[in-house]
Nanobody, 119 residues
Framework: QVQLVESGGGLVQPGGSLRLSCAAS????????????MAWYRQTPGKQRELVAS???????DYADSVKGRFTISRDNTKTTVDLQMNSLKPEDTAVYYC?????????WGQGTQVTVSS
């Protein structure tokens, strides 16, 4: 079965950078990952999970207005990973960040990684 494992979260000061990575395993057939749209979401207590960034199979990207110009999403189909480079971090970026794989058959989620931006 498909598993997504996020890593790279932690505590960082405002203005700092972090790089999140999501590794997919249990891919059942060749092309399942490369055809999927990969995305990062985030969630804070009491709020709905929100889309941060996505990248489709054609490498087209989309970003939430709040992170445009600061965050960059990328994917490596050979390694079945998707990364989120986060620069110029702000306290309001503090959240649990989740990786999502939207495959033809189903959606898959990781367990989340905490990002805390604080001085």
């Amino acid at each position: 079965q498909v598993q997504l494992v996020e890593s790279g979260g932690g505590l960082v000061q405002p203005g700092g950078s972090l790089r999140l990575s999501c590794a997919a395993s249990g891919i059942s057939f060749r092309g399942m990952f490369s055809f999927a749209t990969m995305a990062w979401y985030r969630q804070t207590p009491g709020k709905q999970r929100e889309l941060v960034a996505s990248i489709n199979r054609g490498y087209q990207t989309d970003y939430a207005d709040s992170v445009k110009g600061r965050f960059t999403i990328s994917r490596d189909n050979t390694k079945t990973t998707v990364d989120l480079q986060m620069n110029s971090l702000k306290p309001e970026d503090t959240a649990v960040y989740y990786c999502k794989m939207a495959a033809a058959s189903d959606d898959y989620w990781g367990q989340g990684t905490q990002v805390t931006v604080s001085s």
